[in-house]
């Protein structure tokens, strides 16, 4: 089996390396932090001391990473992955970046004889955890099809996207519903608790109609439990709205509607909410109910709290 690096074991990089190993593939690990290596290496990963060595005892190189500087240090940086790399090694940036980095890193790959495939994922730690991961994938068509079994370790839905650049771009779309999803559940929620009528009960019959999605089901129910630990953290969903607002401009796009979500987040992270689930959308969209003018006299009765 292919011998398989991997770089950046966060919330998401740790369950899909696992999901390697469990899969039967010969792993070699690096982290900025030691525990993550310790813990895959008691589960038979091997560690490495930089990612020119995770590169020079690898076939494929996969890196999950935070953002286009860290993964830009990681692959073109000093003691990187491409100065360890040797021609027809194949790297995998699974990252949420800039698509004209990924066609630049793709570039700078390629003067070294080394292929690299951009494929960003969506699922959230849930789907990193079950390997459900949705997989969008540019790049090189026959690294592509060479890959597709690691990838199938990882996701269940993989589609292949287009040339280097195209998964970035697509997962730029994805980041773009996903966040204005969760803006519209928490205004449909926070209406109904406003309203008087039970937000769970609300959920419930959304989800058997046309409001129904994936989305509901799981950010909704995290709402209605102010369960905010991390799936996924704001400051990232507010670094891919940033990402998709740039793509935006450069290809003549407006998106007023990622612009607004894209402040709102921006707001949490200032608050010192980076670090919280993006489900905590919610909690500004309390917060403006309760600021609002009086209710019209003819207006049902309101419950005291803006809760969902």
């Known amino acids: 089996m292919e011998r398989i690096g991997f770089i950046g074991l966060g919330v998401m990089g740790k369950p899909m390396a696992r999901n390697l190993l469990k899969a039967g593939y010969p792993l070699v690990v690096y982290n900025r932090s030691r525990p993550p290596m310790e813990e895959l290496a008691a589960e038979g990963a091997e560690p490495a001391g930089s990612p020119r060595e995770v590169a020079q005892r690898s076939d494929v190189v996969i890196t999950m990473l935070p953002d286009t500087p860290e993964v830009e240090q990681v692959l073109d940086g000093p003691d990187g992955v491409f100065e360890g790399g040797r021609p027809g090694l194949i790297v995998i940036d699974m990252s949420t970046i800039d698509p004209m980095a990924a066609r630049r890193l793709a570039a700078r790959a390629a003067e070294r004889g080394i292929v690299m495939l951009d494929a960003p994922v969506s699922g959230g730690e849930i789907g990193a955890i079950q390997g459900t991961l949705s997989i969008m994938v540019g790049g090189d068509a026959a690294a592509f099809e060479r890959c597709l079994p690691i990838l199938q370790a990882m996701g269940r839905n993989i589609i292949y996207m287009g040339e280097s650049g195209a998964g970035q771009v697509t997962k730029a779309a994805n ?134």
């Open 175 to 308: 980041q773009v519903v996903v966040a204005l999803t969760i803006a519209a559940i928490s205004e449909a929620l926070v209406l109904a608790a406003k309203a008087g009528v039970d937000p769970a009960k609300v959920r419930q019959a959304l989800l058997g109609g046309f409001a129904g999605s994936r989305i509901l089901e799981v950010h909704g129910q995290r709402i209605l439990e102010r369960n905010f630990r991390p799936g996924f953290r704001i400051r990232l969903h507010h670094k891919d709205l940033r990402i998709a607002l740039g793509l935006g401009r450069a290809v003549g796009a407006s998106l007023p509607l990622t612009a607004l979500v894209h402040e709102w987040l921006g707001a949490l992270v200032t608050r010192g909410h980076g670090d919280l689930d993006h489900a905590a959308l919610v909690t500004l969209v309390e917060e403006w109910a309760q600021t609002q003018v009086r209710p019209h006299p003819e207006a049902p009765p309101p419950e005291r709290s803006a809760r969902p």
